[in-house]
């Protein structure tokens, strides 16, 4: 599977992005899906993570602000980040891994190439 994370940009403190993980040779359907980040001269890091059945985690850095989704329709994942504050400011990629590596807690196999946020105090 490929994908393509999209939706970064600039955005204020408090303010809200959307990210999109467009997939494509292969229906997301049959992967678990997530979102990582890597923020400026750190390492990357987990964000989130929503399984084929739907089932959802998160960082707790941010929990109860960012909400991931998945629209196996569109073969489409979605990060909706709200109260964005500037420590969010990273490159956001997204990733995926079939279910049974997730069983064997595998790393992701396919990973897209990340989008740029920046938050601005």
């Known amino acids: 599977v490929q994908l393509q994370a999209s939706g970064g940009g600039l955005v204020q403190a408090e303010g809200s992005l959307r990210l999109s993980c467009a997939a494509s040779?292969?229906?997301?359907?049959?992967?678990?899906m997530g979102w990582f980040r890597q923020p400026p001269g750190k390492e990357r890091e987990f964000v989130a993570a929503i399984t084929t059945g739907g089932i959802t985690d998160y960082a707790d850095s941010v929990k109860g602000r960012f909400t991931i989704s998945r629209d196996n329709a569109k073969n489409t994942m979605y990060l909706q980040m709200n109260s964005l504050k500037p420590e969010d400011t990273a490159v956001y990629s997204c990733?995926?891994?079939?279910?049974?590596?997730?069983?064997?807690?595998?790393?992701?196999?396919?990973w897209g190439q990340g989008t740029l946020v920046t938050v601005s105090s």
């Open positions: 040779r292969r229906t997301i359907s049959n992967y678990d």
């Open positions: 990733a995926a891994r079939s279910y049974i590596d997730t069983y064997y807690q595998r790393d992701y196999s396919y």
